[in-house]
Structure formats: structure tokens, C-alpha cells
């Protein structure tokens, strides 16, 4: 069960807009599917052979999730340079854990986080 909906909502409005300003962390921009505001999302990106993986702490019912779903697109601001991406995919555990860097760190069992997004970079 990935984690509850009230942290993701306590991140969203608070901690989320904290991290963004810091500049510190990458930064996934995205368009909402019914309002077609500017959303800005700080998540840690993990590249992989062709594009990023981010992983999915509150499911795949999270808005920032449905919203590139349904993009199909979104741009990603990492070590001060944006990247276009695309092709956005749901991806399992087993899918996503052997494409990520042999150093990231496991994650804790307890999160029980099984999905992941994956896109490629735009060509």
C-alpha cells in the first residue's frame, strides 16, 4: 500500500512548494489534466538508459501521476538544465530496480512501494 493520502497532501501544499524554491532537488514539470495549470513536483529522478525512472511513493492514483499519464509528456529540471520527456509507463518493482544505479538505496519493505514511472528523453 503505497503511503497515505494525507501526506501527500501535507507535501503537495507545504513541503513540495519548499523544495522547489530551494533548487536543490530535481524538478518534474507537468500540466494539470482538467485545470491545464503549471505544476512543478520535486521527486528524486534516477536515470537510466534512455530516460528516468521516479519513483511513485503515494500509488498511481497521485496527481502528479494521472496528470503526465495523461500528458504523455512533462519536462524534467535537473543539475540546472531541462530535459524533455515522454512515453510516460507504470513499471513494476522487478521492472524498475535493475535499470537504477547499483548505489541507490534499497527501499525501506514497510513503504511497500511496487510502481514506479518511467519515461524516455525526447528525441
Not at 518534474?28 to 503549471?38: D, F, N
Not at 547499483?102 to 512501494?113: C, S, V, Y
Amino acid at each position: 500500500m503505497p503511503l497515505p493520502k494525507w501526506l501527500a497532501q501535507l507535501n503537495k501544499r507545504t513541503f513540495n512548494k519548499l523544495e522547489v524554491k530551494r533548487g536543490k532537488r530535481p524538478v518534474l514539470a507537468h500540466v494539470g489534466r482538467s485545470s491545464g495549470k503549471a505544476y512543478h513536483t520535486p521527486l528524486d529522478a534516477h536515470p537510466v538508459d534512455g530516460g528516468y525512472i521516479f519513483i511513485v511513493n503515494y500509488g498511481a492514483r497521485s496527481d502528479w501521476v494521472k496528470n503526465i499519464l495523461a500528458a504523455g509528456t512533462a519536462q524534467l529540471t535537473v543539475d540546472g538544465r531541462t530535459i524533455e520527456l515522454e512515453s510516460p509507463r507504470l513499471v513494476t518493482k522487478d521492472v524498475a530496480w535493475p535499470q537504477m544505479a547499483a548505489d541507490t538505496k534499497e527501499l525501506p519493505g514497510w513503504l511497500n512501494i511496487t510502481e514506479f514511472l518511467q519515461m524516455d528523453i525526447s528525441r
